[in-house]
């Protein structure tokens, strides 16, 4: 099963895909959380997408395309895989379609995680990440036992350099430029798939399940 995970940053795409990833027992591919994995490891390859990151832009399509593709020769995408972040332009859409193509392969489902722009900045400003495994938590929504420690891991939470407000307008704008024009690229193919991304997020899940099936 290939999914891609449509939606505005800090819809809730990464949440949903780590559900999907443990219920159907495929791997989650973050493209950001790739980029921010070199970053904190000092490679050249995070310095370059740093400086686009930071500034709410996307990182080039040159950047993204190949290390995507290549991540999907890994043993463990056999089954498939749940794509979040990923496609997030039409050429990219169009360079996953001809990689997946040449292989006698096709994306299943994309699913887009609705939530208006006006819930976004509450979201984005609540959301804390760790800097050891890279859990996502809400203070409000998603609280961890112990403030501001992960509950997984026992490390240090965050707020990610690009969830600043200032920042997070930015990224609204590319979002609305540069990837809604993704839903109508999947909705032509017949594989797009709408949910309601404002409702509590186990029924943001229920909804998923309901389309992907049991
Ligand atoms: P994305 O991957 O689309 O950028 P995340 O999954 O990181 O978004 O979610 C953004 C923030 O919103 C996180 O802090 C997360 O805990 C919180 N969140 C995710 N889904 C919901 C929901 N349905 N209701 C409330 N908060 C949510
Ligand atoms: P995310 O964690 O998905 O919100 O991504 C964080 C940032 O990483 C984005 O704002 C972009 O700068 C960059 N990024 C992640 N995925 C892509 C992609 N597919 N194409 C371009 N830039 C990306």
């Keep these: 099963m290939k999914i891609i995970m449509l939606g505005a940053p800090g819809a809730g795409k990464g949440t949903q895909a780590k559900m999907i990833a443990a219920k159907y027992g495929i791997p989650h591919i973050s493209t950001g959380d790739i980029f921010r994995a070199n970053i904190k490891n000092g490679t050249e390859l995070g310095a370059k997408a740093k400086e686009y990151m930071d500034k709410g832009l996307l990182v080039p399509d040159e950047l993204v395309v190949d290390l995507v593709i290549d991540r999907f020769k890994e043993p463990d995408c056999q ?10 332009t039409i050429p990219q859409a169009e360079a996953l379609d001809k990689a997946l193509s040449a292989i006698g392969e096709k994306v299943d489902y994309a699913i887009n995680v609705e939530v208006p722009d006006e819930n976004i900045v509450n979201r984005m400003g609540g959301r804390r990440a760790c800097v050891g495994c890279g859990a996502t938590y809400h203070i409000k929504y998603s609280p961890t036992k112990v403030e501001g420690k992960c509950d997984t891991c026992g490390a240090d939470l965050i707020i990610r350099d690009d969830d600043k407000p200032e920042t997070v307008k930015n990224r609204l704008n590319v979002y ?30 229920d909804a998923i399940v309901k389309i992907l099936g049991e």
Excluded: C, S
Aim: aromatic share 12%.
């Design 176 to 205: 609305h430029e540069q990837t809604q024009p993704l839903i109508e690229y999947y909705t032509q193919k017949g594989i797009i798939a709408e949910v309601d991304g404002t409702v509590d997020m186990n029924d943001v899940f």
């Design 79 to 88: 089954k498939g895989y749940v794509l979040d972040g990923f496609p997030r």
